[in-house]
């Protein structure tokens, strides 16, 4: 069946970098678009960024545009999230997901940005 | 952007009761519309796609509808493992947005 791993997750600076990977396995990765989204302590869901399935597309919340790259490495059948100038508002569970329209989610990876 | 406006944003109902969720988008969206459950402390589930598509091991007593801004998501009876937060998802263009959220709870 269809299994996305997220790591990657930690306590980071204001202003530090972080990258997120999400290991997919039970489908054919390259053929699908992958997704991150995030969700903030008790807060709801947030969408954050699309690749296409052979990575020729790409698109960003407004709240990341500039500071987070989506990018993905099918022969390693796995989705990057690099996250630069973070900033407290960013501190979320972030999960991966796949297209078309998220199903399923993983199991999401816990991102702290706090001095 | 696209805005999902959700309602309402919390809810008391009983077992059994029939509950219903409304989202409505800032301009048409076709039948680009997915809704997701969220139980405390777990992952979001695909309950919906494209607006009325229920998602394989969904029970039948969820159903959704409507095209263009306006969709429902519909329990017929609710059952105590259906308390929880329930999200719309417009996927119609990017940037993608959710609705707020309804949070559903035991009267």
């Known amino acids: 069946q269809v299994q996305l791993v997220e790591s990657g997750g930690g306590v980071v600076q204001p202003g530090g970098s972080l990258r997120l990977s999400c290991a997919a396995s039970g489908f054919t990765f390259s053929s699908y678009g992958m997704h991150w989204v995030r969700q903030a302590p008790g807060k709801g869901l947030e969408w954050v960024a699309f690749i296409r399935y052979d990575g020729s597309n790409k698109y960003y919340a407004d709240s990341v545009k500039g500071r987070f790259t989506i990018s993905r490495d099918n022969s390693k059948n796995t989705l990057y999230l690099q996250m630069n100038s973070l900033r407290a508002e960013d501190t979320a569970v972030y999960y991966c997901?796949?297209?078309?329209?998220?199903?399923?989610w993983g199991q999401g990876t816990l991102v702290t940005v706090s001095s | 952007d696209i805005q999902m406006t959700q309602s309402p944003s919390a809810m008391s109902a009983s077992v059994g009761d029939r509950v219903t969720i409304t989202c409505r988008a800032s301009q048409g969206i076709s039948n680009y519309l997915a809704w997701f459950q969220q139980k405390p402390g777990k992952v979001p589930k695909r309950l919906i796609y494209a607006s009325s598509s229920l998602q394989s091991g969904v029970p039948s007593r969820f159903s959704g509808s409507g095209s263009g801004t306006e969709f429902t998501l519909t329990i017929s009876s609710l059952q105590p493992e259906d308390f929880a937060t329930y999200y719309c998802?417009?996927?119609?263009?990017?940037?993608?947005?959710f609705g707020q959220g309804t949070k559903v709870e035991i009267k």
């Open positions: 998802l417009q996927h119609n263009s990017y940037p993608w947005t």
């Open positions: 997901a796949k297209d078309p329209a998220l199903d399923p």
